[in-house]
């Protein structure tokens, strides 16, 4: 049997099981069904959370690197020149030569309950594993297959969240999946600070050995948990009860999810959908920009230490400015989603982190420098809101939406692997030209998304026309008439 030839379902059978009652049905039905409504999100809520503490732990994992270097790792690594940024980079190439492959095979499995934790549970082996390299090879080998395993699980969670949630609740849950990367920075950085502190030369081990080792196992075991908690898709998720499960499937649907879903595209056609879609290569290049500028998360413990205090100081100051961003996030993805609209805020979000970057240009002032990396932080609450306008763009296309999702995010690594050699040791401690780049990468992502707004928007005139004209309007690029990009 071939990876295409299978589906995920029909899930529209379902759409007429809760129609809204016709006029003159009882009331009390309506109010059933949104009372069930109701349940069904509390609980798909509650077991989505579960994704937010994965996340946490595939960033950590990711960015540990940065809090050892910190406490010797070059040093005991005998390495020099530009070996350290090779070593952040090459993770980014694992990274996205698996993202694609695995969401396709994750949309013919339709199980990301097992296939989201075993990868998990490979990347936290590797992860306490990079604790016994001992030179540049091993470092490097280390670290490009942790990146393979880390691949699939970003955008398999961005694919299965989109799976569940209707647009004007997409954000919000992207930024509930996504607000991993301020906490993992944030605590991360708590955690780091005390295992630096107090494990250095236990059973022989450099404490930046410790690091990895303690990190790696929790990945572990948290990666057995998720297996019992994590959902499926609406039609075969075990824990749902009948009628939980059509109402799943039906306010999908209504939402414009059952467009595509009366004739199942494979994941072949998926592919080849996404890759002769402009929208997707126009977010690949937003993507790319954008994780550019972002470059400097893998050296924040680096910019903090500009400060000039120890490293216990320097981890312990690195966190307040993820815990203000993750409070950004969530007001301004809830803002978003409230206001439907997405372009707006990702531009308002990059103005605020430019700021940051001039400021630190501009002086060393120890005080102006740190409110400097509050402002950089921000940063992430556009990133978030962005995955948020990926998924709605994509939305009653499952097969495309897997490709798609999956697409963006592994080409745009290219940005990270470039972003890896723009903090250069010599440029510090100003890292002036470094924050040159990233202002222009910024400005490019914005400018490009500037553009997709203008044409989506364009797009939603010629739906409006179509409906207003009364003609069918199969020929334009989505032909349900209720739905609309959101821009």
Known sequence: MSIHDVKTGDTTSAIGDFEVPPTGSSIHTACAR???????????????????VIYTLNYI???????????GF??????????????????FVGYTIMQVPANMFLFWLGRPSIFLP???????????????????????????FLGFAEGPFYPGSLFLVSRWYKQDELALRVTVVSCGIPISNAFGSLIAS?????????????????????????TMFVAICALFILPDFPHNTRWLTPEERKLAVSRLAKDGHGRAESKERTSTQGLWD??????????????????????????????????????????????????????????LSRYSDKKQKRFIYIAASNAVTVLGFVISICTMNTAARYFSLFLMAQVNAGYMVFWGWVNNTFTGEPAKRAVAVALVNALAQAGNISGSYVWQTQWGPTYRYSYAVCIAALGVSTAICGGIHIHLKHLNEQIARKERDGRDSESIDRPMTSFRYLV
Request: glycine share 8%; with cysteine; proline share 2%.
């Open 194 to 218: 005390g295992i630096l502190e107090g494990m250095q030369g236990k059973l022989g081990h450099a404490a930046w050995r410790w690091l990895f080792y303690i990190e790696g196992g929790i």
């Open 274 to 331: 996404a890759l002769s879609d402009w929208k997707v290569w126009g977010f690949v290049a937003a993507y790319i920009a954008q994780l550019l500028g972002q470059s400097f998360f893998a050296y924040f413990p680096t910019l903090s230490a500009t400060m000039g205090y120890n490293t216990t100081i320097t981890l312990l100051l690195c966190a307040p400015p993820w815990v203000l961003s993750t409070i950004g996030s969530f007001a």
């Open 74 to 91: 070059e040093q005991d690594l005998h390495l020099v020149g530009q070996q350290y940024a090779t070593v952040l980079s090459i993770l």
């Open 34 to 52: 949104d009372d069930l409504e109701r349940k069904l999100i509390r609980k798909l809520d509650w077991r989505m959370s579960i994704i937010i």
């Open 118 to 144: 075993s990868c998990m549970l490979v990347w936290g082996a590797i992860s306490a594993l990079t604790g016994t390299t001992t030179n540049f090879t091993g470092a490097v080998l280390a670290r490009f």
């Open 61 to 71: 994992d990711r960015t540990n690197i940065s809090n050892a270097r910190l406490q």
